[in-house]
Each structure stands twice: as structure tokens, then as C-alpha cells.
């Protein structure tokens, strides 16, 4: 070997010793360990040595997770392996690590060797779960202890407003508008929240059926239609759209069209016009909402469906947004197999539309040393 080599081999050596982290190396075409560094026993709590049989390995990796360890193996020469699972201890410990194997290729790009490697998480995953437990108690919070009493507090209110308890001073009308308004927007808010933990958790159950593309969007604008009255914004339903059909959730999906309905109709100075589409695009369809707004700022534009996102601070103060509407519109869609996203429309105002598959099958189904022989020559 030249001394090059054994350059490279002492290197390797020095690093591997240092490390925290189990490191070992493997040779696929006999199958056994060629090398594995002093940090192994101490994370895995296991003895194996350079000549033991590549397998040994695996008796660390905890039942339950072996076989999806395993099912990831079976790529190690396309690619190796990446993933969290747990490791089971002689003294009945379980720690997570994060497992990455790399694949060592020959002149001829064969792997012949790879390197594994185990970086103890347990800590950070013992940290997400406490993270986790306070989003929940947080979320059964304002489930239960904040949305019950404010959507009380706006049913008075709405009613104090309406005169139900007499005649009122105009004076008093306007005081209990403006705290019925508010009440509303919070109701809003909490429900946005509770959506958004829900998608993103995975705890909303998306049941897939055929959906008419037209009679959704045609029921959209007949439920918005009192709302746009309000804005002076006309609503109209493009009459050149498609009739297509698309396997998908229709509450879901008409939360979309709603969400993006409601903005466009916000957005709009009174006496504009809000126009839905249906067209057929390549393998799917598209439905998108045209409004005549001030369209999307520059600066504004790679963050527009992040959360709590508002162009402007004084926004939801003018409009009554949330800011997780367009948020909730991505988490959606996503989860239904399509695409979202927007254009500066001629002229003026915004296009935003969601794309969806019309396949079926398009969519997402419901420390001791060891022996050190040469490892890089």
C-alpha cells in the first residue's frame, strides 16, 4: 500500500476514535465488519469486532423497527440508507439514533464497502415529544376552554345587535358592532389554528370521492354571495369553464375554493368583479379565482403561504384575515395530490389556482478498542 494510502488509512483512524458517534465499516461482498470505532459499544451497549459478521449489526436495532432497517438496506448500492430507529440495549435501554450508511464504490462505481454510522438523537426526539405534548394540552386549550365561550360571547352579541333585547342607542349599536366583529374574527382565528394543527398532524381523515368541479364552484359563489355583497364585489363564474370531474375530499376541496374565494373577495376595491374558472389542464384540471386587487407585493411573494402571512401588518386589521387562510389552502392541497400557486393578473389583482389530478391513481392512498486493519485501500 502506498504511503499515500496509509495517509488516508491513519486519517480515517484518528477521526473514526474521535467521533461520538457508532461508526463502523462493512464489506458487502463477504459480508462481515471490516472495522468499527470504540463509540459502538458505548451507544449500542454491544461488543462486535473487524470479522464479525455483518449481521451482528442488526442486533442492535430495535424489533419493531427492523424491518423497515431492513426494508432500507435492500437500496444500500443505490444510494444507502437514512432514518431514525431505535436501538435495543443488553440492559434494556432503548435509545433513537439516526442511521446513515454510505456506499463505497470501486473504480468501476461497484460498492464493495460502506460506511455506517448510529448518531444518538434521544434527546431531541425526547425533546419533540415534549414539544409535542404541549402543542396538544395547548390546542385541547383553546379547543375546549376558548372556542366554547367566544362563539357564546358573538351569538349574544349578534343578538344585542339585531335588537332582540329592545331598541338600542346608536351609540351602543356601534360599540357592540365593532366587539361583535372582533368576536367573529377570533372565533376565525381559533378555528384556523385547530385546522392547521390538525392537517399537519395528520389527524384530519381525507375521504376521496367524485367530485363535480363546476357544482362545487357554483355552490362556493352562492355561499359567498351575501359576503360579497357586503364588499360591493360582484361574483362571477366563468361560463366557457370545462366540466371535469376529480377524485378528491369535497368538504375539503370546497374549503379551498372558499378560502381563496373569501381573500379574492376581500382583496377587491367595491365595484370589481371576482372571476372562478374551471379549465382542463394536461392529465388534471385547475380551478382558479381572479380578483382585481393590489396583487402580490415582490418582497411578499416566496412567503405568501406561510403562516400568519399578511403583506401588510395592517391587513388583518382592515380585512379580517388571519393570515393561516392561504397556510391551510397549501396543507390541503398538498394532501390531495395537487398544486397550488399564483399569477400577477393582467391588468392588475391576482390568479390564484389549484391544480388537481383527475387519475385516481394520481393521488396519495387514503469502550474497548478494537482490531484496526486497512479500511480505505
Not at 312 to 324: E, F, I, M
Amino acid at each position: 500500500m502506498s504511503a499515500k494510502g496509509n495517509g488516508h488509512a491513519e486519517l480515517f483512524r484518528q477521526l473514526a476514535i474521535t467521533i461520538p458517534e457508532a461508526l463502523w465499516v462493512g464489506d458487502v461482498e463477504h459480508k462481515t465488519i471490516r472495522y468499527v470505532n470504540p463509540a459502538w459499544e458505548k451507544v449500542t451497549g454491544r461488543h462486535i469486532a473487524a470479522g464479525d459478521a455483518l449481521n451482528k449489526v442488526l442486533e442492535a436495532v430495535h424489533p419493531d423497527d427492523l424491518p423497515a432497517v431492513l426494508e432500507r438496506g435492500s437500496q444500500l448500492t443505490m444510494g444507502g440508507v437514512d432514518l431514525d430507529c431505535r436501538l435495543m440495549r443488553p440492559d434494556g435501554i432503548v435509545r433513537w439514533v439516526h442511521m446513515r450508511t454510505i456506499p463505497i464504490g470501486n473504480s468501476k462505481g461497484v460498492t464493495y464497502r460502506f460506511i455506517g454510522i448510529f448518531d444518538d438523537i434521544t434527546r431531541r426526539k425526547e425533546e419533540n415529544s415534549r414539544v409535542e405534548r404541549l402543542k396538544d394540552d395547548f390546542v385541547a386549550t383553546v379547543s375546549h376552554e376558548l372556542r366554547t365561550p367566544l362563539t357564546s360571547i358573538a351569538g349574544a352579541l349578534s343578538l344585542l345587535v339585531g335588537n332582540a333585547a329592545g331598541v338600542l342607542p346608536e351609540s351602543a349599536v356601534r360599540l357592540l358592532t365593532i366587539a361583535h366583529n372582533n368576536s367573529r374574527r377570533l372565533i376565525r382565528l381559533v378555528n384556523d389554528i385547530l385546522d392547521i394543527e390538525k392537517i399537519e398532524s395528520g389527524k384530519v381523515l381525507f375521504v376521496r370521492k367524485r367530485v363535480e368541479l363546476r357544482a362545487l364552484v357554483e355552490q362556493a359563489i352562492e355561499t359567498h354571495q351575501g359576503f360579497a355583497n357586503t364588499y360591493g364585489v360582484r361574483v362571477k363564474f366563468e361560463p366557457a369553464s370545462a366540466v371535469e370531474d376529480v377524485h378528491s375530499d369535497p368538504d375539503r376541496l370546497f374549503q379551498v375554493v372558499t378560502n381563496l374565494l373569501s381573500n379574492a373577495i376581500k382583496f377587491s376595491p367595491r365595484g370589481e368583479e371576482v372571476v372562478l374558472a374551471v379549465e382542463k389542464r394536461h392529465s388534471g384540471a385547475r380551478i382558479s379565482v381572479r380578483d382585481h386587487g393590489p396583487g402580490v407585493p415582490n418582497d411578499f411573494k416566496s412567503h405568501i403561504f406561510g403562516k400568519f402571512a399578511q403583506a401588510d401588518a395592517s391587513d388583518a386589521r382592515q380585512k379580517g384575515g388571519t393570515g393561516l387562510g392561504l397556510s391551510i389552502v397549501k396543507q390541503i392541497v398538498t394532501r390531495l395530490g395537487g398544486e397550488v400557486g399564483f399569477d400577477d393578473a393582467p391588468g392588475g389583482g391576482a390568479i390564484f389556482f389549484v391544480d388537481l389530478p383527475t387519475r385516481k391513481h394520481g393521488l396519495e392512498p387514503a469502550t474497548e478498542s478494537v482490531a484496526q486493519p486497512d479500511v480505505l485501500q
